[in-house]
């Protein structure tokens, strides 16, 4: 009889084990890109500068992985971010150069992006910062009305953008569609080609200006600074450079506040330290270089904020960080802002040469930091990996394939990010309007122009065969070893054609 019981609770047993619910999968983690502007390998405290003080981003390198072989895909913004995006360098397609405030989106609505990965994997994805890839389509945008195609149409669910930069008009914010606090009465007009009578400019009105400017930036006047580019109206809803920070840091944390309950992605993309700088008052003297350095204090205080909100809102755990830059250092950049007269003995791009605008590592050898305390152990890594990779990487993470075709250029290093490979890729192109291509340690630039220094900028010629690096000995790029190795100076040339010639690289 007890065996029979036996028995029967057995099969009881079985029968509920069958019939019971499959325990819940466990929640993909949230994503958080935090992309400075302009913002140089040397200038946090992690990776050596001592003039500032970086107590938020040190922590993320502290709790994270720190890497030394991290780059953009190029030396300047647009391509930068363009790359990001989509996955592709910005050199395979025309048009990706530094865009007007006015430009039309150049990235094809419909196209697979590192967004819409996200949101096909379940996340509700938002951008809040500087976009600078161009909004409307084939005719002009409407800025008094619908502005679109733009982020919502390429991934995002929702965006509290600028245009462009913050030297270029319209200096507006952008919300989803349609700008912010845009009065009827006071519609909003541009034009790259010509002034609007009776607006002031930063010509004729120069001895008004609060900033004044070193080179251009001296076409319309907003909030008492020169821009790029003229307009005129939207009194209402123009921006307030002091305030800049403190506006996209309130979107971006309502944001998370939103978007709590699920997977979600935020591209985080701050104006800071890009020209005009000019920081909240509270943050005015946090440093001895002036603008350039109390913008990065700025830039430190807002990863701050996002930070603490991850913590209030029990996300920390499950929540991948990463934090880089678009492109390196520049110092000035249009305004006289005493970047630098005040620099000191501070070195933005720390041992690399040259910054943005340039092909040698500076332009895009980036601060790129890790962070996921359940899963990536602390650490430093020399593995190579370019912003280009998030694409495919954030795809692996999700367990979604992507199409070599659509992201030709992205390649998974998931590995490296989380810790789990020394390794990245095997090889990357570097931009800055030509192309140079690192592959190991090995570096070589063809013969050209290249620009070098972070300012007064100046400019050499690469003689034939090219400048060849060996950047494990050689990281300031001093010492041109291509006479010297002539075969791996073929090898590279060779390398780097293929890359340029082929429709893009899926494999490390």
Not at 169 to 181: A, D, F, L, Q, T
Not at 212 to 233: E, F, P
Request: hydrophobic letters at 40%; glycine letters at 12%; one cysteine or more.
């Amino acid at each position: 009889m007890l065996s029979l019981t036996r028995v029967i609770l057995g099969l009881l047993g079985l029968t509920f084990a069958v019939a019971a619910p499959a325990a819940p999968a466990a929640r993909p983690p949230n994503i958080v890109v935090l992309l400075g502007d302009d913002i140089g390998y040397g200038d946090f405290g992690c990776n050596g500068a001592t003039a500032v003080k970086t107590p938020n981003v040190d922590r993320i390198a502290r709790e994270g992985l720190r890497f030394t072989s991290a780059y953009s895909a190029s030396a300047t913004c647009t391509p930068s971010r363009y790359s990001l995006i989509t996955g592709e360098y910005a050199f395979r397609k025309r048009g990706t150069g530094i865009l007007p405030g006015d430009a039309a989106l150049i990235i094809e609505p419909g196209r697979t992006t590192l967004p819409s990965l996200l949101q096909r994997a379940g996340y509700t994805t938002g951008i809040v910062g500087k976009w600078h890839l161009g909004l409307g389509g084939a005719a002009e945008a409407d800025w008094n009305g619908e502005i679109k195609p733009g982020p919502l149409e390429v991934g995002f669910d929702y965006s509290f953008i600028m245009a462009a930069t913050g030297d270029r008009v319209p200096c507006v914010y952008i919300e989803n569609h349609r700008i912010v606090g845009l009065l009827s009465e006071d519609p909003i007009f541009i034009n790259y080609k010509e002034a609007f009578p009776g607006e002031p400019d930063g010509v004729k009105d120069r001895a008004t200006l609060k900033l004044d400017w070193s080179a251009g930036h001296n076409q319309a006047v907003v909030n008492g600074i020169g821009r790029i580019g003229y307009m005129k109206g939207a009194k209402a809803a123009l921006w307030k450079d002091e305030d800049m920070a403190d506006q996209f840091t309130k979107h971006a944390l309502a944001f998370l506040e939103r978007s709590k309950d699920r997977p979600f992605f935020l591209y985080f993309a701050t104006h800071d330290i890009h020209v005009p700088r000019v920081p909240n008052p509270r943050f005015a003297g946090q440093t001895t270089m002036g603008a350039r350095g109390d913008a990065i204090v700025e830039f430190d205080a807002c990863v701050g904020e996002i930070l603490k909100r991850l913590d209030q809102l029990k996300l920390t755990e499950n929540t991948l960080v990463i934090l880089s830059s678009d492109n390196g250092p520049v110092l000035d950049d249009g305004y006289q802002d005493l970047a630098n007269e005040k620099l000191g003995g501070h070195k933005p791009a720390g041992p690399f040469r040259a910054g943005k605008y340039s092909l040698f590592e500076g332009g895009t050898r980036m601060p790129f930091l890790v962070r996921w305390p359940g899963r990536v152990k602390p650490g430093v890594s020399g593995a190579l990996v370019s912003q280009v990779d998030l694409a495919a990487s954030f795809a692996a993470l999700t367990g979604q394939k992507t199409d070599p075709t659509a992201m030709p250029d992205s390649v998974n290093v998931l590995p490296a990010l989380l810790g789990d490979s020394k390794t990245g890729r095997d090889s990357l192109v570097e931009h800055a309007n030509r192309l140079a291509v690192r592959q190991g340690d090995w570096k070589f630039i063809p013969p050209g122009r290249v620009l070098d220094k972070l300012g007064p900028w100046n400019q050499l010629t690469a003689p034939e065969p090219g400048f060849l690096f060996d950047l494990s000995k050689d990281p300031g790029e001093t010492n041109n070893v291509a006479a010297a190795h002539p075969e791996k100076v073929s090898e590279l040339r060779a390398l780097l054609a293929k890359i340029r010639n082929s429709g893009g690289q899926a494999e490390p």
